[in-house]
């Protein structure tokens, strides 16, 4: 199969979140995002989304800054070319140091339409199976609100629930939900809010009944890491650290975490996912599929992701209704008993309403 990318669009989305995110790092009350329509020489088209955010709080790139390394670098090296596989667009790419934000909104648009091309789902053509695929929810909240947010997700029919986390939070309060909702998988996401000085902190932490610790110092701690999963009988599992195969090597030889949170956007697309899938694999490492306040073009590839039969834990997969009035795809997402099924149409099997 060949496909020539004949034009390229980039689409300027921006929406209030219904309620504001509040991390360790930010309170989120609006998000942008840039949406790729990618549209080959027989008119068969492919969506990605870039991720970033308005500033560099969480990752460094930003949307402004995705914006002018499409338009100016990675879109002309595209336009025109004739690829035999969507890998291809990872080596079109290797020139161009890092932004890896802006190359995944462009390689997954490049995989949707591969899929679409040879006329099957995306979850079938990166090699998932069709499983429900269990959703999760996250409360990020100030902990007046916490409980209500809590009761809110388990009546929605939410199986697994990750709550932030910071030094300062009430333990005994989780420790709550934990034991009123024993049916629930509760993660915890400190988004790196914990640092030596805390680290006994962090240990109070440890009798709660979380699943998980969700990168509980800061990205470069391998160190700090690799104690906390000593001395803890809780998984430790790696986020804002896992930008590449590499990083995932680095946390596997010094046995830094048991767990990690796939953001293909983080990643810089499909292909070096797939590359982390098979090397967690093969080390026993468990996956599950982060989010980042995602519009649903990005949600649509992150529930392909979650198809795959190594991907075994829940991730951050929440209805279309949960951040927006209105998503940016159609029909919406729907969490069903704690579940999302996945879609029999090509590609990422979603409409687009730009
Ligand atoms: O650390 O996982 C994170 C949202 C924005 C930035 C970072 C994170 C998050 C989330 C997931 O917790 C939110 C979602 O469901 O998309
Ligand atoms: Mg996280």
């Not at 701690?221 to 195969?245: F, G, N, V, Y």
């Not at 983080?266 to 070096?272: M, N, Q, V, Y």
Request: charged share 25%; glycine share 8%.
């Amino acid at each position: 199969m060949e496909v020539t990318i004949i034009d390229i669009e980039l689409h300027h989305v921006k929406k209030p979140l219904k309620k504001p995110f509040k991390t360790a790092l930010q309170t989120v009350i609006e998000r942008e995002g840039i949406l790729i329509r990618a549209i080959d020489d027989e008119g068969v088209e492919g969506y990605g989304e870039c991720v970033a955010f308005s500033t560099p709080w969480y990752t460094e790139e930003t949307i402004a800054g995705c914006r002018f390394v499409l338009e100016q670098v990675l879109v002309p090296l595209l336009l025109n070319q004739t690829l035999k596989s969507p890998g291809q667009v990872q080596e079109l790419f290797k020139s161009i140091k890092g932004n890896r934000m802006a190359k995944a909104a462009l390689e997954t648009a490049i995989w949707d339409l591969f899929a679409k091309k040879q006329g099957i789902p995306l979850w079938k053509y990166v090699g998932g199976i069709n499983k429900p695929i269990p959703a999760g929810v996250v409360v990020a909240a100030d902990e007046d609100k916490m409980a209500l947010q809590v009761e809110a997700a388990v009546a929605k029919g939410y199986k697994r629930i990750k709550l932030k986390i910071t030094p300062a939070s009430n333990t005994s309060l989780l420790k709550g939900f934990v034991a009123r909702f024993p049916d629930i998988l509760f993660f915890a996401d400190a988004n790196g809010g914990f640092n030596e000085g805390s680290f006994s902190k962090l240990l109070r932490f440890d009798s709660i009944g979380f699943a998980l610790i969700e990168q509980p110092f800061s990205e470069k701690e391998w160190q700090l890491h690799a104690r906390a999963k000593k001395e803890m009988k809780t998984p430790i599992c790696l986020d804002e650290s896992i930008h590449s195969l590499e990083d995932v090597q680095r946390m596997i030889e010094l046995e830094a975490g048991d767990v990690i949170v796939l953001k293909m956007g983080r990643l810089g697309g499909w292909s070096e996912t797939l590359s982390i899938v098979e090397l967690c694999r093969m080390n026993g490492v468990q996956m599950w599929v982060g989010g980042m306040i995602e519009f649903g073009v990005s949600k649509a590839h992150n529930l392909a992701l979650a198809s795959l039969p190594d991907i075994s834990l829940p991730g951050d997969f929440s209805d279309s209704d949960h951040f927006w009035h209105e998503d940016v795809i159609e029909p919406a997402i729907h969490v069903k008993s704690g579940e999302i099924a996945l879609r029999s149409e090509n590609g990422i099997g979603y409409n687009i309403k730009f």
